[in-house]
């Protein structure tokens, strides 16, 4: 096994509704998916946006994009014009999901370049 | 099969002056679809209208409009457009007046769709217990109701569909969903029945798709961003609709940017909520039935999209004010750059602190630091070159909001050393105008449809 940031295995969009922002993960590969769904669970993710994510991490798959959705409540200070943040919108937080670290077969690791 | 070419050319208000001429100019299509308000906007709009009963709309969109009205013309391309804000009435009178100074009188007709501003009638529905709870908090709106700043309903497709089956050839509507200004013309030109919810859906998610503009063309797309052939001309989308609910996203020949499946797959999870439930007005499309394939260069077509009945309820969208807030900032240049700009927000903080000002919030970030992730950015460098300390308050107290853009600038002289950035002067004090997203039945309101030729 080894280590690698979820950068190397997927690409991702965030954006906002309120005080919600969503993430959506997207696997570079059919074959990534299913690791993707294994490893990245709505509780690892609290865990990755402590201090930032304030509420529940939802998550929904979308197999037919080979593609997870997160929302993370309360990660906005409040939101729209209410928040004092520079990224008010969330947009960045599609990258600092992709900092995150998963475990996966040294074959892959290897196919990804880590 | 008949194609129907439905471009964008704008995203949002303050989005590309030149995209919609672009798309009317660099090639075919049959209508263009502009969206301009965001939540904030009708609030802008409302305090205008206010002051001037004439204004309260995108004033942008007719000088625009007056711009491509030869090409509109000759080439019966139609225009679908929620600039009429608040006010969608004087949006159109202008652009009739622009149209007859143009010397196109009696050669366009404009349609408006109207109806949706129920800031008049929240006093009626609240006595008749509609209450238009916040959907986040449960809170009934009369709990904010002396704030309330705009008050609107968005109405979907179906609206926009009869503006054009009515012969309009410019819709002018105030707050129609983004994804109903391209689902309308589809609707219009193929006949899709209210109830046939798989061709709703997918000129829904057709309509989500392009409702971004150049956010699925290539921008502020993160898959090898590097390589996106010449963003300086980047195109917007098209959608080529068929009858069939398939469709093909790509753009004009010969702009920048780029369209593929993995592309257009950000785009589609771009401010999704449940991907088996994104409701409209029009249908509750399901995301996960959509099959993507390549086709061709800069060409993604959909097909299989299955949807659901539309709810018997409308999203409704207020506006209130909600304080004040104001956010200043300094830039601390090498050596011990994070330090000072550590040490500048300790003492701002206690200065704060002794003049006994309180507030609802106090945020502190450092720009170059830890702004976008927060703790995930690890520790800086400690030879870092610069980093901005930025400050930001947010209180129902406006005076204690203007005291504190006194305290940040001062540091220049009276906090720590090598600080700069100051140039643009004390911080700003801002009205917050917070929004309230709730529910009403459809049975409540009734969109007011109508056309006058030019």
Known sequence: MARV?????????????????????????????????????????????????????????????????????????????????TDAQGKTYSAALLRMEIDVDDAVAREVGS | MKTVRIANGQGFWGDSLQAPIEQVRRGPIDYLTLDYLAEITMSIMQKQRARDPRSGYARDFVSMIEEILPDLVERNIKVVANAGGVNPEACRDAVVEAARRRGFGGKIKIAIVAGDDIMERLDDFIRRGVELKNQETGEP??????????????????????????????????????????????????????????????????????????????????????????????????????????????????????????????????????????????????????????????????????????????????????????????????????????????IARERLDRLGLKFDSILTEFVGVDACHGALSGPPSPDIAEVTFRMGVRSEDKKAVERFTREVAPLVLNGPPTVTGFASGRAKVEEIIAYWPALIPKKEVQAKISVVEA
């Open chain 2, 141 to 346: 709106l009369a709990s904010i109701r002396s704030r309330v700043q705009s008050a609107n309903v968005y109405f979907g497709g179906r609206h926009v569909a009869e503006g054009l089956d009515k012969g309009g050839q410019i819709i002018i509507a105030g707050r129609v969903t983004d994804t109903g200004l391209s689902l309308g013309p589809m609707i219009h030109e193929f006949g899709w029945a209210p109830d046939d919810w798989d061709k709703l859906s997918a000129g829904t998610i057709a309509g989500h798709t392009v409702e971004c503009g150049a956010q699925c063309t290539g921008g502020n797309c993160l898959i090898d961003w590097e390589t996106i052939p010449n963003m300086a001309d980047i195109g917007y989308p098209i959608i080529e609709a068929q009858k069939d609910g398939t469709f093909v996203i790509t753009k004009h020949d010969g702009t920048g940017g780029r369209i593929t499946v993995p592309s257009i797959k950000e785009q589609l999870l771009y401010e999704m909520g449940d991907p088996r439930e994104y409701i409209t007005p029009d249908c509750v499309a399901d995301f996960t039935t959509i099959n993507l394939e390549q086709d061709g260069t800069d060409r993604v077509r959909f097909s299989g999209i299955k949807g659901l009945p539309a709810t018997d309820l409308y999203k409704v969208s207020v506006s209130y004010s909600a304080g004040w807030k104001a956010v200043g900032s300094l830039v601390y240049g090498w050596p011990d750059a994070y330090k000072k700009a550590q040490s500048a927000d300790r």
């Open chain 1, 5 to 85: 940031k979820l950068l190397k295995l997927a690409h991702a969009r965030s954006g906002d509704k309120g005080d919600t922002a969503n993430v959506g993960l997207i696997a570079y590969k059919p074959e990534y998916y299913p690791l993707l769904v294994e490893l990245v669970t709505a509780e690892r993710v609290k865990e990755h946006f402590k201090g930032i994510c304030l509420g529940e991490v939802e998550r929904f798959e979308v197999p037919n994009l080979h593609a997870l959705n997160f929302l993370l409540h309360q990660s906005l200070d409040g939101g729209g014009t209410l928040s004092l943040k």
